[in-house]
């Protein structure tokens, strides 16, 4: 299929960001999370996963208790998807991923297109994406089964200054931040600065409240404080935003490219 302008869709994409019956008024944090979890399936040793297949269209993987929440995203951006037929579905929703983050505030992150739709087959095991309830140990064994070094973790963290914890979704509820449409480096600040206190859920579940009560953490964020080598990261980039947009932007982008494969279309050229 002959391909469309790209900035065209950006566009598009913008136009539905705002959605005021939604959580704090915008998709951009399902959409940021979508393309998060379309491309952290990749396993760098058998190159299989990744967001090159969008294989979350499939109901295994949609059903990975992980992704529970992702059809809303994946449902909002249909219609942009029907009124542009050439783009991979792959492609669309790291695209929107990268124009929710810079519309929400945040740094440009380098997308190139060029992702294409699998089949089934190419549907990659459950249980690859982090478990919030999990550590340090936990977090490293799946960032780097993709390649990422402790600093590219820390920076990706930061993406938790958006949005929030859902009960009938992952279970946990309420957000990192005072500003969860905004991108920032608040989820660093918060993290540092506040007291946080184990708090147990109803449904058996723990999370971390601040003094007031009106922010959370998971166990996985906590780890953050907890680690010395990512508590070392994590200060720097509560100090400076300028740092932090900047490694988010470079790992953002790599999140998104792990085994996009354009070998075949650059041969035909
Ligand atoms: C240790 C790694 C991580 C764990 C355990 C984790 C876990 C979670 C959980 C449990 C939620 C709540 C889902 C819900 O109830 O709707 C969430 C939301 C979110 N996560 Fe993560 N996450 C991790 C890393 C990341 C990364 C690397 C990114 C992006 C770079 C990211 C972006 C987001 C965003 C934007 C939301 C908000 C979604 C919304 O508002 O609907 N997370 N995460």
């Not at 500003?179 to 993290?191: E, G, H, K, S």
Request: hydrophobic share 35%; net charge negative; glycine share 10%.
């Amino acid at each position: 299929m002959t391909t469309g302008n790209y900035d065209v869709v950006r566009d598009d994409i913008k136009s539905i960001l705002s959605q005021p019956g939604y959580d704090d008024g915008s998709i951009g944090p399902v959409l940021v999370r979508l393309a998060w979890h379309a491309s952290g399936t990749y396993d760098k040793v058998t190159k299989t996963g990744g967001s090159d297949g969008a294989t979350m269209r499939y109901a295994i993987e949609a059903n990975d208790p992980a992704n529970a929440g992702l059809a809303y995203a994946r449902d909002f951006l249909e219609p942009i998807k029907e009124k542009h037929p050439w783009i991979s579905y792959g492609d669309l929703w790291t695209l929107a991923g990268v124009v929710s983050i810079e519309a929400m505030g945040g740094p440009i992150v380098p997308w190139k297109p060029g992702r294409k739709d699998k089949l089934e087959s190419a549907v990659p095991p459950n249980g690859r994406l982090p478990d919030a309830e999990k550590g340090a140990d936990h977090i490293r064994e799946v960032f780097y089964r993709m390649g990422f070094t402790d600093r590219e973790i820390v920076a990706l963290i930061g993406a938790h200054c958006l949005g929030r914890c859902h009960g009938d979704r992952s279970g946990y509820e309420g957000a990192w931040t005072y500003t969860p449409i905004r991108f920032n480096n608040q989820f660093y600040v918060m993290l540092t600065k506040q007291n946080w206190h184990e708090k147990k859920l109803d449904n058996g579940l723990i999370q971390y409240a601040d003094d007031k009560d009106k922010l959370m953490m998971l166990p996985a964020d906590m780890a953050f404080l907890h680690d010395p080598q990512f508590k070392e990261v994590v200060q720097i980039y509560a100090k400076d935003k300028q740092t932090f947009f900047n490694d988010f932007a470079a790992a953002f982008g790599k999140l998104i490219e792990l085994g996009v494969n354009r070998e075949e279309e650059e041969s035909k050229l």
